[in-house]
């Protein structure tokens, strides 16, 4: 597949895991932001290690554990913070599993028709957060595939050939550029993890002028 792995020749590369709850909030943010600066946005898919669940306190807790305990906490008040401010829905938010064939749909989709990726990646979240599928779910993301470009049966022929090979040589790739959190920004060949960056970004995007938006 042409260019998957072109992250320096875009102007901005956004990572998801779509079993990440902060990736799913940071996907509409991103698209907005795209649409409203005028630029196309490269969607790549990305495997991290999944959300921890705060441990439950006990007498010998040191510091590190009392840190960790309560950043975790920290991460479930901001999603259940925004996604109720968005309007979405997420359930389990430390499922974990392998999303390897909506992963090798989002490339199919990304290559054979571009302008439906946001939507088969917005549907794809929704129906992931709803408990309605498993992102290992062949069938299903080719059934999606199906409803938005038409395409479900030639995205089963290519998983069953070169689909795999696609999806693992961009892991390997984004693993050598050492990218490892979801949602990650890539601008410029500077990575930024979490979408409180987009102001940095956009700041970036339109020349580095003006005061540092930090």
Known sequence: MTGVSAITSSQLSVLLDIRQPLAYLALRPSAAFASELGIEINWLPLTTPPLRRPSNPAPQDDRGIRHRRSRAEAIVREIETYSAIQGIVLREYYRDGDAGAVNQ???FVRERHPER???FLSEAFRAYWALEWEPSDEAAVAALIDS???DGAEFLTWSAHEGPATAASLADELRGRGLTGSP????EDEVFLGRQHLPMIQWILQGRNGSVPI
């Open 105 to 107: 749909g989002w490339l």
């Open 184 to 187: 990650c920004y890539v601008i």
């Open 117 to 119: 990726l946001v939507a």
């Open 148 to 150: 938005l470009c038409q």
